[in-house]
């Protein structure tokens, strides 16, 4: 039996550039971190938060797994149920839905699960997909990842993606994107400015880019009214519309009218919330995130629901690096009903990593590792400096509402904004 003789958590944090969303703006630093358990001569790797209070909880899980099968996963969860509690560690930006405690265990779960699976791979010689059952497709595409963003962080000189504060920004950031990475569909982060202004976005991205698909994602920032308007003035450019409005009762008033699919990341975030959702018919694509969905498992057996309801799926991404990106990629080539690009936020990370060989995206898409477990190494010398990072950074607590009212004294965070 080869058990876990020792975890380590590391929390790391990485430069962020000025990205605006519905809740503020990104602060300089991205917070994660990085999971290393030992087993034998073996270390697995997972990524996760690294928010200070769900590091406090990565701390209680990683003190209790000693001795553990690495094939248990069952007994994983039990052990981290157990040593964690019954405890809610909501984030503030809310970009990912309401908090609860059993959303806080699977997200705590998730980072751990990974990194067994990973150990799993290696032990036996094979990539995790054939873990998750098999590969069904050799590439994953991903998709531009666009957002409203300042030229740079108040006090900084600019970044070397400049400014995109209105359609003409916007179109250079996606053909900057596309050059580089070859995407082949595109989503804009929207809920930033009033609605006509990002429909003018949509508008000019389909002139720039007439085949491509696109998205748009204000992040609950309207009314079901302003939804249901601007759903019909983008009828025929979306390929769908992602969280337009809050809650499941406003996401069905606006599915009732739209001509586009909705999707979402915010109001269908556990499994219990899965009935009423296809009850009211709320949403038609799902966006599963192995982070807080409870790994790669749970996000697979999400898939398989879909697939039953008639759903479409796809993946939420939020600020990571090369080991979210490759148990991504794994979870994705093994989910058959997977039926649109996967979201990233790798170009933003401008090639910083914690990993030796990170993943490649190109011609919009990631060849699928075919080597023992996850198939990345860690970079120990990376990892060091990006823990020093995180000592200097002053950063504990992803705050976009609070980083922006430094410089908008009068911002508040609200939803829905219009």
């Not at 560690?89 to 908090?99: C, Q, V």
């Not at 806080?104 to 873990?131: M, W, Y």
């Not at 389909?206 to 009214?225: G, H, K, M, V």
Request: net charge negative; with cysteine; proline share 7%.
């Amino acid at each position: 039996m080869l058990s876990v003789r020792g975890v380590k958590v590391t929390p790391i944090a990485f430069p962020d550039p000025p990205l605006l969303n519905s809740a503020g703006v990104h602060e300089p630093w991205a917070l994660r971190a990085v999971l290393q358990v030992f087993a034998g001569d073996l270390v697995g790797l997972g990524e996760t938060y690294g928010d200070i209070a769900h590091l406090s909880l990565l701390g209680a899980a990683a003190a209790s797994l000693d001795g553990l099968d690495i094939y248990d996963l069952s007994g994983l969860s039990q052990r981290i149920a157990a040593a964690i509690g019954t405890v809610d560690a909501p984030d503030r930006h809310g970009l990912t839905g309401d908090s609860t405690a059993a959303k806080t265990l699977a997200r705590v779960v998730s980072a751990f699960e990974v990194a067994l699976l990973d150990l799993q791979g290696q032990a036996i010689g094979r990539p995790v997909h054939d873990l998750l059952g098999g590969k069904v497709r050799d590439r994953v595409p991903f998709s531009a990842y666009l957002f409203y963003k300042w030229a740079g962080h108040p006090g900084a000189s600019p970044d070397a993606w400049g400014p995109a504060l209105d359609p003409a920004g916007i179109v250079a950031q996606a053909r900057s994107m596309i050059d580089r990475y070859g995407f082949e569909s595109i989503k804009l982060k929207g809920g930033v400015f009033p609605p006509a202004e990002e429909i003018d976005a949509i508008r000019a991205l389909r002139d720039a880019f007439p085949s491509l698909p696109l998205r748009l994602d204000p992040n609950a920032a309207w009314t079901p009214a302003t939804s249901i308007k601007v759903a019909a003035e983008t009828s025929g450019l979306l390929e769908y519309l992602e969280d337009p409005t809050g809650g499941l009762a406003g996401m069905a008033e606006v599915a009732a009218l739209a001509p586009m699919p909705l999707a979402t990341n915010m109001c269908v975030v556990a499994f219990a919330d899965l009935p009423e959702a296809v009850r009211r018919g709320s949403v038609q694509i799902v966006l599963a995130d192995h982070h807080y969905w409870g790994g790669l498992r749970a996000s697979a057996e999400l898939a398989a629901i879909c697939r039953t309801w008639g759903l479409g799926v796809s993946m939420h991404s939020n600020s990571h690096l090369g080991i979210s990106l490759a148990a991504m990629t794994h979870l994705a080539a093994s989910t058959p009903f997977l039926t649109y690009a996967v979201d990233t936020h790798t170009p933003w990370q401008s090639g910083v990593d914690v990993v030796t060989a990170p993943l490649e995206i190109s011609g919009g898409a990631a060849t699928v590792p075919d080597t023992p477990g996850l198939g990345v190494t860690l970079d120990q010398d990376a990892l060091a400096r990006l823990h020093e990072n995180w000592l200097h950074c002053g950063i504990r607590e992803r705050d976009d509402t609070s980083y922006r009212q430094r410089f908008e004294p009068d911002y508040v965070k609200r939803r829905p904004r219009w």
